[in-house]
């Protein structure tokens, strides 16, 4: 039995080790958290979008980049990282506390807050590779441009209740997509591990 369980856990630690992947675990309870932070950003909804057309804005979210194929890993990981992190920088305000129920606020903020906490080994093994010319004109500063356009939209409309709930759906779109390549990055781990 003890023969069996080193076996295992030898395994393991190749499976998550320098063999191709970054040796991060985004488990399926990641990919949940970030179903569940959908569902809170549902759940917010104040207004339904339809009284808001005239405050309508396209913050051009760069979806085929952030799902483009030919993101690498690391990207993927560091555009993830930017996704979430943006996104409680929006609803971390004192503008964000006036707009919203406060509990389900609270809990979309811990929310994103753990999922950023469960990404963290990935996002330290990445830094690095991700810091070159690609990294600084690629996905991840279109997505810190993208989040920037908000932050500027919210201002200019002072933070109306239309301007956030166009904000929230706008916010909900991308953290979709966040999941969606959390998937991916899933898929991609398991693939190298299984090699």
Known sequence: MAFVLSLLMALVLVSYGPGGSL??????????AGRKTLTLLDQMMRLSPHLCLQDRMDFAFPQEMVEGSQLQEAQAISVLHEILQQSFSVFNTMHSSAAWDTTLLKQLRTGLLQQLANLDDCWEQVIGEEDTALGRMGPTQAV???FQGIHVYLQEKEYSTCAWEIVRVAIRRSLSSSTSLQERLRMMDGDLSSH
């Open 144 to 146: 810190k441009r993208y």
């Open 23 to 32: 040796g991060c675990d985004l488990s399926q309870k990641h990919v949940l």
